[in-house]
């Protein structure tokens, strides 16, 4: 059974830093694609950052783009977000999701990222 | 307001069909695979369609997908009260070189 266990969520005052882990198993984490998504509260769904299976492929959606870093530790089947120069409007639920190139399969249950003063 | 374009609200009866659409563009829906998402407030998304037309093992077949162009559609069959929920399109958008989702379309079961 594929899971995938967030963590690394909290409260960060704007400007500054949170990373975000993603624990994973049940599947082969070294040949899959692991893509992040958020969702701020009463929004919709909305594609962050991916990363490929060796970690030298990573895109981001242009929010995020110079902020966000995505990585992966394929030791530790674990996929990172490290959240820079954190804005109010990055306030969201987190989701992992283990996915193909374009898009995520399995998701997990997600972490609350405030930013607030 | 998303590039990719989803209606906010649809509904049905218990036993009806019901089609949820998701209209884009040559460089997202037009030319890349679609993808769809059952949400229920509090829980992890669902993979309900990949590939455009693909069901996930564990998907009822009552949950079909397809795609015209730069449009997709998402039909739920034998419409039940647990398919309440918030339903998501997502394509790869060529021009921004990012996965788009749609803004989500709630489906009242009435």
């Known amino acids: 059974e594929v899971q995938l266990v967030e963590s690394g969520g909290g409260l960060v005052q704007p400007g500054g830093s949170l990373r975000l882990s993603c624990a994973a198993s049940?599947?082969?984490?070294?040949?899959?694609?692991m893509h992040w998504v958020r969702q701020a509260p009463g929004k919709g769904l909305v594609w962050v950052s991916r990363?490929?299976?060796?970690?030298?492929?990573?895109t981001y959606a242009d929010s995020v783009k110079g902020r966000f870093t995505i990585s992966r530790d394929n030791a530790k089947n674990t996929v990172y977000l490290q959240m820079d120069s954190l804005r109010a409007d990055d306030l969201a639920v987190y989701y992992c999701?283990?996915?193909?190139?374009?898009?995520?399969?399995?998701w997990g249950q997600g972490t609350l990222v405030i930013v607030s003063s | 307001q998303s590039v990719v374009t989803q209606p906010p609200s649809a509904s049905g009866t218990p036993g009806q069909r019901v089609t949820i659409s998701c209209a884009g563009a040559n460089f997202n829906i037009g030319s890349n695979y679609v993808y769809w998402y059952q949400h229920l407030p509090g829980t992890a998304p669902k993979l309900l369609i990949y590939k455009s037309s693909e069901r996930p093992a564990g998907v009822p077949d009552r949950f079909s997908g397809s795609k015209s162009g730069t449009s997709a559609s998402l039909a739920i069959s034998e419409l039940r009260s647990e398919d309440e929920a918030h339903y998501y399109c997502a394509a790869w958008d060529d021009r921004l070189s990012a996965s788009v989702f749609g803004g989500g379309t709630k489906l009242t079961v009435l």
């Open positions: 990363i490929n299976s060796n970690g030298v492929t990573t």
């Open positions: 049940g599947f082969n984490f070294i040949t899959s694609w």
């Open positions: 999701a283990r996915g193909d190139a374009w898009l995520p399969y399995s």
